[in-house]
């Protein structure tokens, strides 16, 4: 069924081609999602494809305590009195067609996820894409001193092994679940794979987390089989691993919480290599 909330402003034709999912929202902890995805978005030549409208699918006035609707209100600045930013929600497909990728980044719906999920599919389709990719991140137990752990869930039994290839866990969260989720279980139904990576970061970290980026980032050029300039990001990891450890050891009960998540992750390491 079209999707009348989709516009498009081209319509490249990608051989076997990709989308990359990023949605900033629940599952954008660190910027993950949107961070991956536009990471692997520079330096390209890309162009517009495709958006979607955004009024339909999002509240702007929840009804509640200001500190509660404040997280549903898009955010503006003024600067003299004159608005200088406005941030309205945007989604937007864009294309490297000669590489065969297609990338959205917008904002997770919170109405009308079939209709939004519908708009997803006829993108994919009107472009040639056969596999989707979502980027993600959750608040977990893993220190900032150590590797991200990344974990994965697919559309078919067959694709366990690509992720698997790429050191990415097989998932068995239970619980709330993310629109990603609704895009997995109908993807077998448009005739496409779909595949989720999602990296674990530091639950005890907020803004910006470089280190997992590049721990994505690094693991989507080698299944993508894409040059990416990782230099960049492996500078902006150390550095903010740093700045965080010094943060960290001027908190002494943080410090030791940090200290006992670093032997966990240790000890689960040296199982997981002997079994």
Partial sequence: MPCPELEFSARPKLTEGTLLLALSGWMDGGLVSTGTVRRMMENRETIAVAKIDADPFYIYNFPGSMEIAALFRPPVKYADGIISELQMPEN???????????????????????????????????????????IGSFGGSVPHTREPRLYGSVSHERLKSVLQANDVRL????????????????????DIDMLSLVAEIPGYLQGINPMSIEAVTRRLAKLL???????????????????????????AELAQTVRKLEEQYDNELIGHEEG
């Fill in 92 to 134: 937007v497909f864009t294309a490297d067609a000669a590489a065969n990728l297609l990338f959205f980044t917008g904002n997770e719906p919170n109405l009308r996820w079939q209709a939004f999920a519908d708009c997803i599919f006829e993108a994919a389709h009107e472009t040639g894409v056969k596999r989707i990719i979502f």
């Fill in 171 to 190: 998932s068995d969260y239970e619980g709330p679940t993310n629109f990603a989720s609704l895009l997995l279980s109908q993807a077998a139904q448009h």
């Fill in 225 to 251: 089989n894409q040059p990416v300039d990782l230099d960049a990001l492996r500078q902006a990891s150390t550095g903010w691993e740093l700045q965080v450890s010094e943060a960290v050891e001027k908190d």
